[in-house]
């Protein structure tokens, strides 16, 4: 078989396929319909999947991500997907049960056994989690496309949201960020080998700590970052009346980037991030943050807003989750002037 490189073949990449945050909610802004009273999380809010009670103290979550692919091997574009996806049910604190794939792909410029493959990556990873795809949906379309729909569950009391920190909290990142940097190098043929396994492998870790972590009251709130990179989900975080200060210097990231941004790569949307909330943040002088803040996360970390007093219990946790790259990277504080301080 030819060795096609996907990444040729569409325009965008992971969840730099997003819409700019200040789009969406243009788009959004004429939110209505009818109320349910069940439904504990809609698009009323900003959260990473909607919720439903079930009224027997359990509650089904909702979830779906898809995207173009981010790397160049099919097998690798549905794993990442695949767990990217999936990170939403983790992120409010739940399991999944289930997923269903969507699939396009350009049935007259790349072959089938290519969405094979991309198919192969999604089962292992959900495997990993423990479920199966039980169905889905394909067309026919100008670009590669994959994701998944998923399904999953929460004890009601447990269930997590992005937008509920507590003035004093410690807030935690679980991964190292930029990948939306080494996606681009990717695309550009400049990223290293070693590089480009690097983020392959956290793309592909899956957030299931997230579900461990519901289990801690104290855990305030939890979101996981992705395409509108660190600030961004930031920015949701701190909704309901809070500030958060971020200590550059301790926020994780890939230590090659430096070799990236000395060549100007870094994806469109870093800057469409950032013009969606540059209003809201003070500090930010340093180009490499503002380069690695704003970047678009694809399958990344989750940001942990909890009470300092189980900090030690969350961090544990997560080493021993492998996330051995989890670190404390600020505060949530009262209002300030500016929603994320950066020091």
């Known amino acids: 078989m030819t060795d096609y490189k996907l990444t040729e073949?569409?325009?965008?990449a992971g969840c730099g396929c997003k819409i700019a945050p200040a789009d969406l909610e243009k788009i959004l802004s004429q939110r209505s319909g009818t109320s349910f009273k069940e439904l504990l999380?809609?698009?009323?809010?900003?959260?990473?999947?909607?919720?439903?009670?079930?009224g027997t103290g359990m509650s089904v979550i909702n979830t779906v991500d898809f995207f173009m692919p981010i790397v160049n091997d099919a097998y690798d574009f549905g794993r990442i997907a695949s767990a990217n996806a999936i990170s939403d049910i983790y992120a409010m604190g739940g399991k999944p049960i289930f997923a269903n794939a969507l699939l396009g792909w350009p049935m007259e410029t790349l072959p089938l056994e290519l969405a094979g493959k991309v198919m192969d990556g999604a089962r292992k990873i959900c495997e990993d989690a423990g479920i199966p795809i039980a169905g889905g949906h394909s067309i026919d379309s100008k670009e590669p496309l994959f994701g998944l729909t998923?399904?999953?569950?929460?004890?009601?009391?447990?269930?997590?949201r992005n937008n509920t920190p507590e003035i004093g909290d410690v807030l935690i990142l679980t991964k190292q960020l930029g990948t939306g940097i080494?996606?681009?190098?990717?695309?550009?043929?400049?990223?290293?080998?070693?590089?480009?396994?690097?983020?392959?492998d956290s793309m592909c870790k899956l957030n299931s700590v997230g579900a461990a972590l519901s289990q801690i009251t104290e855990v305030h709130a939890l979101t996981d970052v992705t395409g509108f990179g660190l600030l961004g989900h930031l920015m949701e975080l701190c909704s309901n009346q809070v500030s958060a200060e971020i200590v550059w210097s301790q926020v994780p990231s890939f230590p090659f980037l430096?070799?990236?941004?000395?060549?100007?790569?870094?994806?469109?949307?870093?800057?469409?991030?950032?013009?969606?909330?540059?209003?809201?943040v003070d500090g930010l002088i340093d180009l490499k943050a503002f380069?690695?803040?704003?970047?678009?996360q694809t399958s990344g970390g989750l940001l942990i807003s909890v009470a300092p007093s189980k900090v030690n219990?969350?961090?544990?946790?997560?080493?021993?989750?492998?996330?051995?790259?989890?670190?404390i990277i600020g505060a949530i504080l009262p209002k300030q002037s500016k929603t994320v301080l950066i020091k």
Request: no cysteine; net charge negative; charged share 25%.
């Open 9 to 12: 073949y569409s325009h965008k």
């Open 41 to 54: 999380v809609g698009n009323n809010s900003n959260d990473d999947a909607a919720v439903w009670d079930l």
């Open 150 to 160: 998923v399904t999953g569950l929460v004890r009601t009391e447990n269930l997590k």
């Open 182 to 200: 080494l996606g681009t190098a990717i695309k550009r043929k400049a990223a290293k080998e070693e590089h480009a396994k690097a983020a392959i």
């Open 258 to 280: 430096d070799e990236y941004l000395a060549l100007n790569i870094m994806p469109d949307n870093t800057t469409r991030n950032w013009n969606s909330h540059e209003l809201k």
């Open 291 to 296: 380069q690695v803040l704003n970047d678009p």
């Open 313 to 327: 219990e969350v961090m544990a946790l997560l080493n021993a989750d492998g996330l051995n790259h989890a670190a």
